[in-house]
């Protein structure tokens, strides 16, 4: 088993920029693909970002190219998204996922991924 935690969630203003962070425990955590995701009431999570083993590939929704950045460290079990330029339409929940496809083509739907944490609040306020 893996446990995630995110943590770096909050309210910012339009324009702003936050770091969500994912912790791992549990099982080796540099094999996995990992990915972050989102989702808001009345609507299916939706992939924001990936990243593969070794963090030889990333890919990134269209909505947030240029303004999103996925990366990992994996000698702190640890997976962050650098988010800038915030808008109010990337408001939501966002939720870290393990162990999915390989990020080389895309990021992938919820089914693919087979760990997930219990996701952390973002708020962009206009």
């Known amino acids: 088993q893996v446990q995630l935690v995110e943590s770096g969630g909050g309210l910012v203003q339009a324009g702003g920029s936050l770091i969500l962070s994912c912790k791992a425990s549990?099982?080796?955590?540099?094999?996995?693909?990992l990915a972050w995701f989102r989702q808001v009431p009345g609507k299916a999570r939706e992939g924001v970002s990936c990243i593969g083993t070794r963090g030889r590939s990333t890919n990134s929704a269209d909505s947030v190219k240029g303004r999103f950045t996925i990366s990992r460290d994996d000698a702190k079990n640890t997976v962050y998204l650098q988010m800038n330029n915030l808008q109010s339409e990337d408001s939501g929940n966002y939720y870290c996922?393990?162990?999915?496809?390989?990020?080389?083509?895309?990021?992938?739907?919820?089914?693919?991924?087979?760990?997930w944490g219990q996701g952390i609040q973002v708020t962009v306020s206009s």
């Open positions: 549990g099982r080796a955590f540099s094999v996995y693909a």
């Open positions: 996922a393990a162990e999915g496809p390989a990020c080389f083509v895309e990021i992938g739907s919820t089914s693919d991924y087979m760990f």
